[in-house]
C-alpha cells in the first residue's frame, strides 16, 4: 500500500517551475531519498507534502486521503528541518511534548509518549536541559523526537544533517536509518549529499530541474544508472566515448568491452567508477599518470589516455604509489554500463 502518492506536482516561482510534473508513490514503511543539487526542487516537493508551500497542480495524498488543501497541522506528518528550530525558553521535554500539547494530549499520556521517545533517541538523562546546553547532535535528535512523538504517518526531514560535522553525520544517518527500520516509519529524506542519500534510502529519486529523472534502489543507479546525470551526480565516475559494433565496444585505444544489455551500432557513452578500473606500469601502455592523490585508505590516479582522462582509485598502497609520470596500461571491466543517451 502507498502511503505517499505525488500525483502531477507543480509549483512554479514567478516564471520559473521550481516543481514540474512530479510523481511519486512512497510504499508504507519505505525510506525514500530526494536527492539533487540546490534549487533542482527537492525542498519545494517536500514542503508541499508538508503543506507549507501549495502546489500549482497535481495533488498529494497521504494514507490514501487526498491532503492538498489540507493545512499542516491536519495532515499527521513529523517535520524535521534543518535548522533544528527548537524552542530555546523550553527543556528538552518540553521541546518534544509541544506537538502533543497542540493536539490536546496532556497528563501521563503525553508524559509517558515524551519519556518513551527521549529513550529511543538517548537523551532520556536530558530531558531537563535546554537547547544551548545541548551539542548540535543532540539539538538534532530533540528534533527527531519531537517529529515522532505524534507519531506522524510520514517522517519528513529537510537537510536533517548539513549543520553538522562530517563525524557526526555519519553516526546520525546511521542512527536516523536504524530507527526508521525499527520503527517502520514511512521517511521522506532531502539532502544533496550522495553518500547520506545512498546510506539512507530504501530508494533513491535523482532529480534535476524540477523533474525526477531517475528512481531506484542506491545499488542500481550507482552500478547501472540510466542517464549520464545520474551516473555523474551519485558518486565518482567515468564517462566514457566509444564505438559499438555487433555487440562489442572499442574505446579510442583500442580496448575491446562487452556491454551488460544491448546497445545499438555507433558511437555510444559507457559509465565505469573509478574503482572498477585497474591500472599496471608498462612502458608500452597507452595510458600516463599525470595526478596522483593519497587518500588514505585510497589512492586516485588522474590518467591520460587518447581522447580521454579517466580517475582510478585503488585501496591501499600496499604495492606502493605509481608516480606521475609513469607509462601504465589500463584494464576496464570485462562488462561495462552503456548509458541511453548517445553522444
Not at 535528535?141 to 517529529?147: D, F, Q
Not at 536533517?160 to 560535522?165: E, V
Not at 542517464?227 to 585505444?253: C, M, P
Amino acid at each position: 500500500m502507498a502511503d505517499l502518492v505525488l500525483s502531477g506536482l507543480s509549483r512554479r516561482f514567478g516564471a520559473d517551475f521550481a516543481v514540474s510534473g512530479v510523481d511519486l508513490a512512497v510504499t508504507d514503511g519505505e525510506a525514500v531519498v530526494l536527492l539533487g543539487p540546490s534549487g533542482c526542487g527537492k525542498t519545494t516537493v517536500m514542503r508541499m507534502v508538508a503543506g507549507i508551500v501549495t502546489p500549482d497542480s497535481g495533488t498529494v495524498a497521504i494514507a490514501g486521503r487526498d491532503v492538498t488543501d489540507l493545512p499542516p497541522e491536519r495532515r499527521n506528518v513529523g517535520l524535521v528541518f534543518q535548522s533544528y528550530a527548537l524552542f530555546p525558553h523550553m527543556t528538552v521535554a518540553g521541546n518534544v511534548g509541544f506537538g502533543l500539547k497542540m493536539r490536546g494530549v496532556r497528563g501521563r499520556e503525553a508524559a509517558d509518549r515524551v519519556a518513551r521517545v527521549l529513550d529511543l533517541v538517548e537523551l532520556s538523562a536530558l530531558a531537563g536541559r535546554h537547547p544551548r546546553q545541548l551539542s548540535g547532535g543532540q539539538q538534532q535528535r530533540v528534533a527527531l523526537a519531537r517529529a515522532l512523538v505524534t507519531e506522524p504517518d510520514i517522517l519528513l526531514l529537510d537537510e536533517p544533517l548539513s549543520n553538522l560535522d562530517a563525524l557526526l553525520r555519519e553516526q546520525l544517518r546511521e542512527e536516523i536509518r536504524a530507527l526508521q527500520r525499527r520503527l517502520a516509519v514511512t521517511m521522506l529524506y532531502v539532502t544533496h549529499d550522495q553518500k547520506e542519500a545512498m546510506a539512507v534510502a530504501d530508494r533513491v529519486v535523482v532529480m534535476s530541474d524540477g523533474r525526477i529523472k531517475e528512481v531506484g534502489r542506491p545499488v542500481d543507479l550507482y552500478r547501472r544508472p540510466r542517464e549520464r546525470f545520474t551516473a555523474e551526480f551519485l558518486g565518482q565516475t567515468n564517462i566514457v566515448a566509444v564505438v559499438a559494433s555487433a555487440g562489442r565496444l572499442t574505446t579510442a585505444w583500442g580496448e575491446r568491452l562487452e556491454a551488460e544489455a544491448a546497445v545499438g551500432d555507433g558511437p555510444a557513452l559507457v559509465s565505469v567508477r573509478p574503482e572498477d578500473i585497474v591500472v599496471v606500469p608498462d612502458p608500452d601502455g597507452p595510458g600516463e599518470i599525470r595526478h596522483v592523490a593519497f587518500l588514505g585508505a585510497e589512492v586516485e590516479y588522474h590518467v591520460a589516455l587518447p581522447g580521454t582522462r579517466l580517475r582510478v582509485r585503488r585501496s591501499g598502497i600496499a604495492a606502493g604509489l605509481f608516480a606521475e609520470g609513469t607509462r601504465v596500461a589500463v584494464a576496464m571491466p570485462e562488462r561495462v554500463h552503456a548509458l541511453e543517451a548517445r553522444p
